[in-house]
């Protein structure tokens, strides 16, 4: 019987939250979520809020799904841990690669585990030079990632990663990546005079030029996730997967898709490398992998990779966790690997709700505010600017309008988050029709909201 009051001065005392000032965060600015149920979610104040954003861009299946608390229970009775170092194995994390390999694609048929998205890029990094290493090309280091990118928040994952923000805190990024730029249409491309084509293609040679510039024997890898999430959703053109697989033939380097939030239906495929047609080396997964029921990661390896590492000189790979394969959390992958099955929520995204959707959406982009509508699957952008008849301008103070309208949406009853000046939304995989319209109309409304208070300020 703690009031919501008690629990929020309780929450400002002792719990340090992730990305979060901190110093700014007031005791009642808290949010505390109590329930949730399909899109909906409930707070300690009563209020009924849609999950714009399936939690952290993972409860693919919505909440509340029983059947995985009843597979977690009927593992946890059985066994609830067990490790899988060395020699041992169990019965759900056995079943689960299995399953993961039906639906990765054709070349990748085996799994590395972890707990999260950040300690799957850390075992991709280990793996990657582990791997040269092995080939006897040990010069081989570099990994090539990309301005803007979110890897994680582990020191391998902040340095792969390309925010700005992450390695000003604390000497990242180590030594050993580079960071080439993003096909960023919408924020880089337009002012460039290129056609959006064109620029993708520049954009995606931008690879090969950094491989010139460094080396082709110096490079190990390139990482990116196939459209943007946490940067802001941007979707590259049309014209730069292909482009970037080019490359990546002609190239004797690994590719690494970080499938972390395009991974088990976001974009209407299985992966974001079926949507792009790319063929990875590494495929890191977290997430949709268990709607985020339960903690998992791991990374999905290509064939040549394994094969690699089976050899007789590869030896011991020193490197895993004491919840590789955690057995309730497989249990919980396998319960939520059922429902995306059985409820076809991957055709669903592709042909139903996710067009569905991406209609309401591209109407957005009709208001004042929006520069660009951009959706992929269930996984889109509102870009804001402050005069729709020049596109070319963007709001001063980067950032400010971005979170004005946040805020609007959360008391308009829509968890929708800001990334700079763009609003983001990333639902359950599951919502209805009618939800779909709702959480259009709730946008429309923030939108309008936001224009207002805009217009307040002068
Ligand atoms: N990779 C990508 C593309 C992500 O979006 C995220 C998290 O948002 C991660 C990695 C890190 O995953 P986690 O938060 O599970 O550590």
Same mark, same amino acid.
């Given at each position: 019987?703690?009031?919501?009051?008690?629990?929020?001065?309780?929450?400002?005392?002792?719990?340090?939250?992730?990305?979060?000032?901190?110093?700014?965060?007031?005791?009642?600015?808290? &949010?505390?979520?109590?329930?949730?149920?399909?899109?909906?979610?409930?707070?300690?104040?009563?209020?009924?809020?849609?999950?714009?954003?399936?939690?952290?861009?993972?409860?693919?299946?919505?909440?509340?799904?029983?059947?995985?608390?009843?597979?977690? &229970?009927?593992?946890?009775?059985?066994?609830? /841990?067990?490790?899988?170092?060395?020699?041992?194995?169990?019965?759900?994390?056995?079943?689960?690669?299995?399953?993961?390999?039906?639906?990765?694609?054709?070349?990748?048929?085996?799994?590395?585990?972890?707990?999260?998205?950040?300690?799957?890029?850390?075992?991709?990094?280990?793996?990657?030079?582990?791997?040269?290493?092995?080939? $006897?090309?040990?010069?081989?280091?570099?990994?090539?990632?990309?301005?803007?990118?979110?890897?994680?928040?582990?020191?391998?994952?902040?340095?792969?990663?390309?925010?700005?923000?992450?390695?000003?805190? $604390?000497?990242?990024?180590?030594?050993?990546?580079?960071?080439?730029?993003?096909?960023?249409?919408?924020?880089?491309?337009?002012?460039? $005079?290129?056609?959006?084509?064109?620029? $993708?293609?520049?954009?995606?040679?931008?690879?090969?030029?950094?491989?010139?510039?460094?080396?082709?024997?110096?490079?190990?890898?390139?990482?990116?996730?196939?459209?943007?999430?946490?940067?802001?959703?941007?979707?590259?053109?049309?014209?730069?997967?292909?482009?970037?697989?080019?490359?990546?033939?002609?190239?004797?380097?690994?590719?690494?898709?970080?499938?972390?939030?395009?991974?088990?239906?976001?974009?209407?495929?299985?992966?974001?490398?079926?949507? /792009?047609?790319?063929?990875?080396?590494?495929?890191?997964?977290?997430?949709?992998?268990?709607?985020?029921?339960?903690?998992?990661?791991?990374?999905?390896?290509?064939?040549?990779?394994?094969?690699?590492?089976?050899?007789?000189?590869?030896?011991?790979?020193?490197?895993?966790?004491?919840?590789?394969?955690?057995?309730?959390?497989?249990?919980?992958? #396998?319960?939520?690997?059922?429902?995306?099955?059985?409820?076809?929520?991957?055709?669903?995204?592709?042909?139903?709700?996710?067009?569905?959707?991406?209609?309401?959406?591209?109407?957005?982009?009709?208001?004042? #505010?929006?520069?660009?509508?951009?959706?992929?699957?269930?996984?889109?952008?509102?870009?804001?600017?402050?005069?729709?008849?020049? #596109?070319?301008?963007?709001?001063?103070?980067?950032?400010?309008?971005?979170?004005?309208?946040?805020?609007?949406?959360?008391?308009?009853?829509?968890?929708?988050?800001?990334?700079?000046?763009?609003?983001?939304?990333?639902?359950?995989?599951?919502?209805?029709?009618?939800?779909?319209?709702?959480?259009?109309?709730?946008?429309?409304?923030? #939108?309008?909201?936001?224009?207002?208070?805009?217009?307040?300020?002068?």
């Amino acid at each position: 019987n703690v009031s919501s009051h008690d629990l929020k001065v309780s929450d400002h005392a002792h719990h340090f939250h992730p990305f979060t000032d901190h110093g700014a965060l007031g005791v009642d600015e808290r &949010r505390v979520i109590s329930r949730a149920d399909g899109v909906w979610l409930w707070d300690t104040d009563g209020n009924r809020i849609m999950d714009g954003m399936a939690g952290l861009w993972c409860v693919n299946v919505g909440h509340g799904r029983n059947e995985i608390v009843e597979a977690v &229970r009927a593992q946890m009775s059985e066994l609830a /841990y067990y490790n899988t170092f060395f020699k041992t194995s169990h019965p759900p994390v056995i079943e689960l690669s299995e399953k993961i390999a039906e639906i990765a694609p054709d070349h990748m048929n085996m799994v590395v585990y972890g707990s999260s998205g950040s300690d799957a890029n850390d075992t991709v990094f280990r793996m990657v030079r582990t791997y040269w290493d092995v080939m $006897g090309k040990p010069e081989k280091k570099v990994i090539i990632s990309r301005k803007n990118a979110y890897h994680g928040s582990t020191v391998a994952g902040a340095s792969l990663g390309g925010m700005g923000g992450m390695h000003g805190q $604390g000497g990242l990024p180590v030594p050993g990546i580079h960071h080439i730029d993003q096909p960023y249409w919408f924020g880089e491309g337009m002012k460039t $005079g290129m056609s959006e084509e064109e620029f $993708g293609i520049w954009a995606a040679r931008e690879l090969d030029r950094a491989i010139e510039e460094m080396g082709e024997d110096k490079i190990a890898a390139f990482i990116a996730e196939p459209i943007q999430g946490a940067g802001g959703v941007i979707v590259p053109p049309a014209s730069y997967w292909p482009e970037v697989k080019k490359i990546l033939e002609a190239r004797d380097i690994l590719f690494v898709s970080d499938e972390v939030i395009c991974g088990f239906g976001r974009t209407g495929e299985w992966f974001g490398a079926d949507y /792009y047609g790319t063929k990875p080396d590494f495929m890191p997964i977290a997430k949709g992998l268990t709607s985020g029921y339960l903690p998992l990661g791991g990374v999905i390896i290509s064939d040549r990779v394994k094969e690699v590492f089976h050899r007789s000189e590869a030896g011991e790979f020193y490197h895993g966790y004491t919840y590789s394969g955690h057995p309730a959390a497989c249990a919980a992958a #396998l319960a939520n690997l059922e429902i995306m099955k059985r409820e076809n929520l991957v055709g669903r995204v592709k042909n139903d709700i996710g067009p569905f959707m991406q209609k309401l959406w591209a109407e957005l982009g009709e208001h004042d #505010l929006v520069g660009e509508a951009r959706m992929v699957g269930l996984v889109g952008a509102l870009e804001l600017v402050p005069q729709k008849s020049d #596109l070319s301008r963007r709001f001063d103070n980067v950032g400010r309008v971005g979170t004005i309208a946040r805020d609007h949406s959360f008391k308009n009853g829509l968890v929708m988050r800001a990334v700079r000046d763009s609003l983001i939304i990333s639902p359950p995989l599951v919502m209805s029709e009618e939800e779909a319209s709702e959480m259009a109309a709730t946008a429309k409304k923030t #939108l309008d909201d936001t224009w207002k208070t805009l217009k307040a300020d002068g």
